[in-house]
């Protein structure tokens, strides 16, 4: 239910969006800027190449070839992608990150006529490139480091018309913040550009309240979205690094107190600790293949030993023992709608050095194919059990669980020998408590107990290789079966992967069991 507080902001805010839709402020901005912003390192990349020929459509899906229209932003159907294409990949491109890198090569003809060619065809607060406030937020940064690198060089007239459209993406911003429809990622992101665009247009008309909101926005957020234990609630390691880049370059531009930093040392904290000697991100929960250009877009991680732990607040175990390091998702689903998490409750993730054991099979896609995405995101794609084909909860669109599980870590220890974890997993009448020993150095002892209503149930118990060659060091009590299975390592592509699959039809309680030798 919404409350009174929330439906006079809505009001207000779409009173606003009506009226400059109808009549865009003013936006002439005159005489030099200096930019306060770190220069930038380098670039990401989606992960894919998008060929648009010699003239960009920067509303068009070109995988799919569709192509949305010029109407009032509100209007754009971007969830449905029979009808807008999807929005992930138009959004990708019109991000303009791709502008920083050609900014860095001096390539200024590139950079206008891209830039002309964008301004041409999205007008202020029409079409789909308007209709995430956190999108004209990314875009926005991709603008002032280009500007940063390239703007003095620019001609006099196309720079004034690109300040104008950067200042009208402030107004944006500052009217179309996510209090209440994203207050997640999307609300850092946008604050994170707001203050930017304050210290950016400096002495120009609300600037100093776009940076005083975007910086009070981002302490609060700081406070709210990051646990005691350093992570962040969201339950996505991608989501995590995400929230990282932009609460470290909010702290390059602000320089907030000691208990901000503190939060952040947490952070890296985390991260350093799910990375593992390999340095490889397990792929937790969502992972969008976006990033944020800035200098920091790979956290920078002191140097310290690996060591076992238990991270409460987000139920994270991590084991480690030479080059050997290991996962398991002990905790429930992220915050509110858990939009970015997937149902992996008691899912294991392990790697040998280089080699990967078990994997996370990845995201894939958002709203390009609601089969794939509710696959990739369910309970099959993931090393745990599953009970009569169900997933630990119930997927209600693409970014919203109903009836998530209840998850309680029962025990944890760790020594110089070995480590130990129970937890259960408590979803739709049924009970999965699962108890991992990782006898160091290379040993894994794997129980799964599972109990619910009388009858026969469907029980499997999963899991998802990182190769053919690792089947040989997994040895499961019960038969299992190899079979093909499905992993993206990058957003928009996937491609097969092995599964092995232990299956009984049977009475509940049941046990099952498996050991893990990596010398074998």
């Not at 770190?38 to 670039?43: E, G, I, L, R, S």
């Not at 206008?112 to 007008?123: F, G, T």
């Not at 294991?348 to 995101?377: K, M």
């Not at 480590?419 to 002892?445: M, N, S, W, Y």
Request: aromatic share 10%.
């Amino acid at each position: 239910m919404r409350t009174p507080r929330e439906i006079a902001f809505r009001f207000r805010q779409e009173l606003i969006n009506l009226w400059w839709y109808a009549k865009p402020p003013a936006a002439a901005i005159q005489g030099e800027l200096s930019p306060r912003l770190p220069a930038p390192d380098a670039c990401p990349s989606f992960g894919s190449a998008i060929h648009v020929g010699p003239r960009i459509r920067w509303r068009r899906d070109y995988a799919r070839g569709i192509e949305i229209d010029l109407r009032y932003f509100r209007r754009i159907p971007y969830l449905d992608a029979s009808r807008a294409g999807d929005h992930k990949i138009i959004w990708e491109l019109n991000r303009h990150q791709h502008l920083v890198a050609l900014a860095q090569a001096g390539n200024l003809d590139e950079i206008r006529a891209q830039l002309e060619s964008w301004l041409d065809q999205n007008p202020f607060h029409r079409g789909i490139n308007w209709a995430s406030a956190l999108e004209v937020a990314l875009r926005a940064l991709s603008w002032m480091w280009a500007y940063l690198l390239v703007g003095s060089r620019m001609p006099a007239g196309f720079r004034a018309r690109w300040l104008g459209a950067l200042y009208l993406h402030a107004r944006h911003i500052e009217n179309n913040l996510s209090f209440y429809f994203s207050p997640n990622t999307h609300l850092l992101g946008e604050a994170l550009a707001l203050h930017a665009l304050g210290l950016f247009f400096s002495g120009r008309p609300r600037a100093a309240e776009w940076e005083t909101v975007g910086a009070k926005v981002m302490r609060e957020q700081m406070d709210r979205q990051v646990r005691a234990d350093g992570s962040h609630f969201e339950q996505s390691t991608y989501y995590h690094v995400y929230a990282l880049d932009m609460f470290r370059l909010h702290a390059a531009l602000a320089e907030p107190g000691p208990a901000y930093r503190a939060n952040l040392e947490r952070m890296t904290e985390y991260l350093h600790a799910v990375t593992g000697p390999s340095g490889s991100l397990p792929l937790l929960g969502d992972d969008d293949g976006g990033r944020l250009v800035h200098p920091f877009a790979v956290a920078d991680i002191k140097p310290r030993k690996w060591e076992s732990q238990l991270f409460r607040d987000s139920g994270t175990a991590v084991m480690v023992s030479g080059n050997v390091h290991a996962i398991v998702k002990a905790g429930g689903f992220g915050a509110g709608s858990a939009g970015h998490s997937h149902a992996d409750v008691l899912s294991l993730i392990l790697r040998h050095g280089a080699e990967e054991i078990l994997i996370d099979p990845g995201t894939y896609t958002y709203t390009g194919d609601p089969h794939w995405r509710d696959w990739f995101r369910g309970t099959e794609a993931h090393n745990t059990i599953r009970v009569d084909g169900l997933d630990q909860g119930t997927a209600a669109g693409p970014f919203r669980w109903v009836n998530p599980p209840k998850v309680n870590v029962l025990a944890w220890q760790t020594s110089a020998e070995r480590d130990i974890l129970e937890a259960e997993c408590r979803f739709r009448g049924f009970t999965h408590r699962r108890r991992v020993e990782f006898q160091k150095p290379a040993t894994f002892l794997i129980t799964d107990e599972v109990d619910g209503p009388p009858g026969e149930h469907d029980i499997e118990q999963l899991w998802h290789l990182g190769s053919l060659a690792a089947q040989s060091k997994l040895v499961l009590a019960q038969s299992a079966e190899v079979v093909d299975s499905w992993r993206s390592t990058t957003f928009g592509e996937k491609r097969p992967s092995p599964l092995m699959r232990v299956h009984r039809r049977c009475q509940l309680p049941v046990r099952l069991q498996a050991r893990i030798e990596l010398n074998r």
